[in-house]
């Protein structure tokens, strides 16, 4: 188990394209945030699950804290995160993504040292919320949020800080099939999601 790091979910709530609440929406026997919760827990000795200020009471198996700063987002969940962690780091995951890989992510906290950022690219696409994020990225969070950019991708540019960028090629070494980086924000996203499951190549039960 990983000491250094703290591993951080984001289960904000809002949901606003799938119509209903991703967090208890189940894939198997088992919810979105009770699988992703699961993971973190086997990589991570400490473990925060972060909610919207506005979301309704959430019980998880690991404390459960609200936003710091309302309204921002991903990029609040992130600074929450941080600023509440107690560790030099943290691994940022979002509880949409139904099949977290421990050895993807054990590999990218391995390469914490060499950057303040360690985050996933898959099929172009930056994964912000499946990342690495060191404390000196609170100056630049701050700054951001005091000139409202939420826009948590705009991080990957910002001078201040070193980011590695985890191709989708390293990532397929790792998972053949990249179900790790499946995301699920859609109806549509949700029956492929279920498809990968019975077909029994996501890496949860």
Request: proline share 4%; with cysteine.
């Amino acid at each position: 188990m990983i000491s250094d790091v703290t591993g951080v979910l984001l289960a904000g709530g809002k949901s606003r394209r799938m119509g209903e609440d991703k967090r208890f929406i189940l894939i198997g026997q088992r919810t979105l945030l009770e699988r992703s919760c699961a993971v973190l827990c086997e990589v991570f000795e400490q473990v925060c699950v972060v909610i919207a200020q506005d979301s309704p009471l959430l019980r998880a198996e690991v404390p459960v804290v609200r936003d710091l700063i309302p309204d921002c987002g991903s990029l609040g969940g992130l600074y929450t995160g941080l600023r509440l962690a107690k560790t030099q780091h943290i691994f940022l995951a979002a509880c949409d993504m139904p099949f977290l890989n421990p050895v993807v992510i054990q590999y990218m906290v391995c390469l914490k040292d060499q950057a303040d950022i360690v985050i996933s690219r898959w099929a172009t696409r930056l994964q912000p919320t499946h990342a690495v994020y060191g404390q000196d990225c609170l100056p630049v969070l701050e700054e951001m949020m005091n000139l409202h950019n939420r826009k948590i991708h705009s991080m990957i540019s910002h001078p201040a800080l070193r980011v590695r960028v985890i191709s989708e090629t390293e990532i397929r070494q790792i998972d053949h099939d990249g179900c790790s980086m499946l995301n699920i924000n859609t109806p549509a996203d949700l029956e492929r999601a279920r498809s990968v499951h019975n077909a029994g190549t996501g890496s949860v039960s």
